[in-house]
Structure formats: C-alpha cells, structure tokens
C-alpha cells in the first residue's frame, strides 16, 4: 500500500495480500463455469427470494386492498355516508403513506366515491 495514491482500497489491497499467499488456489469449483441458477437473478433478489421477505411497500399494497374491498360493500350495502367518508380519509392516509415507499411507477392516486370501483 502506498500513501501517496490518493484514495487506497483497503478490501482490493487485502484480496491482494491474499491471493499473493496462494489463498484463492484450492477453492472448490475452481475453473468450473458458475451454475445457472446463481446467474439467474443478483445477489440481493436470491436473497430475498429465498427467505420470503416482502418490502413494506407490498404489506401496504395488500391493506389498502383489503381496506378498499370493504369500502366498496359497505357502499353496495348503502351503509352511512359519514362512516364512508371516514374510511376514504383512512384509506387516502394509508395511500399516502404508502406513496412515500414504494417505486414511482407502483404509486397509486387518492380515492374518492367516484372513483373507487376503479
């Protein structure tokens, strides 16, 4: 390592230290082509595939369906208007709050009793 580069890689210097001490040569599967299934996806979605994890963006996704699908019997069962627009308000907070984590493109817009069978 020599201080007078300007910026020094400490992880690259140490994979240099060991692969000058032979420590990379009696690796299984050296010199034998990676399997598919690891080139398949990244690291980071293997990973999250295989241990089931889902982005809180999603958990929200399925509560705001959930939330909109009782909305939409209590409108079909013509149930209080007043309790109806209080469950837009929650539904339109969910959303919101949502927004704020998930992808541009998966966000979705505020509802009203118009637009809610969309």
Known sequence: ???NEKYVD???EIVKRHE???GFENLPGLGK???KELLKDDLL???IKRTGFMPDWLVKQKKIFT???SIVLKINTNSNDKDIDKFITEV???IKNYNLGCPFSMQKAYINKENIEK
């Open 45 to 47: 979605t293997t990973v």
């Open 92 to 94: 339109n907070a969910e």
């Open 1 to 3: 390592m020599t201080n």
């Open 33 to 35: 082509p990676l399997p």
């Open 10 to 12: 400490w992880l690259d």
């Open 20 to 22: 000058k001490v032979g």
């Open 67 to 69: 939330m909109l699908e």
